[in-house]
Structures are given as structure tokens and as C-alpha cells.
T-cell receptor
């Protein structure tokens, strides 16, 4: 069975500090991977997607970056957090050519 | 661009009442996008409830139904008789041509009272 694991579960970070969020998918080879973000009271917005190792496409610019260093790993990061980065971050995967997304349990980020 | 608009929440209904959550879409990149309803139950992750990829077809799951209406560009979610366990946040979503992007509506929080 496929599993998707996100870490950490929650973070409180200072403005201007770096951030790294991780996502690992087990049991599925070469999935499409996605990062989503939802501000408190806001809409889920897709940030990035990746269809293969080393290749990441940006959907919405939020002064964040993403990388896919391994087939089963997707990393979201920034060197300098802004207050506006607070929210809920979700990782997801799907099979190539399909739009049925399976989501992780998310990371809640508070920037202070 | 492509977008989805759904019923503003929160919505409160009594158990055994009927429910409709409205969803309309705008698709500029493709004539017939794939349409989805996702749900987040309290304490759980976001999960797929149902999907329809062909205009005119109906999808169903857990007693919920949604019909893909290309004339009205709508994909309303309906249930004839809701239960307390249906309390959740429901999201309408659209996938355009390449399936690499999924656009979500703002979500509708449903509370079903006993």
C-alpha cells in the first residue's frame, strides 16, 4: 500500500529564518508530486508540481522553492520566511496522467 | 484562467435533511476539464470523495452525487439525507488538460446537527 508522510507536523518559526518541509511517498514508483498551501481561512493553492526527479515546476510564486532530490521525496524550502508564509502545507501524489490526488496529513506553519 | 467557485460556508443542516453544495467552474485551458469533490473530515486528511471526467456523467460516493453539467458549467454536490458523520469541509476541484494542476474552490464547511 502507498503511504505519504509529511514532516514536521507543525512548526513555529521566526520571520527571516529558513524553512524546510519534507514529504516522502512509499510504495509508488515515479509518482507525480505536488505542494499545496492554505492560509488560515483561505483557499488551497497549488505551489509546485514535479513529474520526475530533479524537475520541479512552479505554479504560484510565494518566495518558496521546491526540490525533488529522490523519486520518493519532495522538499519545500525558503531561506527567509515571511509572515505571509503562515498556513497549512500539504503534499500530494498522483499517478502520471491522472488527477486523483492523495494528500498527506499536512504541516501547520506559524511564522512570528 | 481556470477556477472553481462554490457555496460560501458554513452550512448547517439537520440530520436526514437534504443537502446541496453548489459548485460552478470556469475552464479556459480545456473545454471539458476533470471535476472532483474532495472532503476533509475532522481530524483527517483531505481525501477524494468523487470524480467525473466526462461531461454529462454523474459521480457518486457515500450517498453523495454530483453531475457534470457542461451547459451550466456546474458540478453541484447533493445528498438526499445527510448524517452527522457527513460533517466535514467539502472542496470542489478542477483539473485542466495536463492533470498536473488541480484548482480548488474555497471549501464549504458542513455541520450536520442531530
Amino acid at each position: 500500500a502507498q503511504t505519504i508522510h509529511q514532516w514536521p507536523v507543525a512548526e513555529i518559526k521566526a520571520v527571516g529564518s529558513p524553512l524546510s518541509l519534507g514529504c516522502t511517498i512509499k510504495g509508488k514508483s515515479s509518482p507525480n508530486l505536488y505542494w499545496y498551501w492554505q492560509a488560515t481561512g483561505g483557499t488551497l493553492q497549488q505551489l509546485f508540481y514535479s513529474i520526475t526527479v530533479g524537475q520541479v515546476e512552479s505554479v504560484v510564486q510565494l518566495n518558496l522553492s521546491a526540490s525533488r532530490p529522490k523519486d520518493d521525496q519532495f522538499i519545500l524550502s525558503t531561506e527567509k520566511l515571511l509572515l505571509s508564509h503562515s498556513g497549512f502545507y500539504l503534499c500530494a501524489w498522483s499517478l502520471v496522467g491522472e488527477a486523483d490526488y492523495t494528500f498527506g496529513s499536512g504541516t501547520r506553519l506559524l511564522v512570528i | 484562467g481556470d477556477s472553481v467557485t462554490q457555496t460560501e460556508g458554513p452550512v448547517t443542516v439537520s440530520e436526514s435533511e437534504s443537502l446541496i453544495i453548489n459548485c460552478t467552474y470556469s475552464a479556459t485551458s480545456i473545454a471539458y476539464p476533470n471535476l472532483f469533490w474532495y472532503v476533509r473530515y475532522p481530524g483527517e486528511g483531505l481525501q477524494l470523495l468523487l470524480k467525473v471526467i466526462t461531461a454529462g456523467q454523474k459521480g457518486s460516493s457515500r450517498g453523495f452525487e454530483a453531475t457534470y453539467n457542461k451547459e451550466t458549467t456546474s458540478f453541484h454536490l447533493q445528498k438526499a439525507s445527510v448524517q452527522e458523520s457527513d460533517s466535514a469541509v467539502y472542496y470542489c476541484a478542477l483539473a485542466p488538460s495536463n492533470y498536473n494542476v488541480l484548482y480548488f474552490g474555497s471549501g464549504t464547511k458542513l455541520t450536520v446537527e442531530p
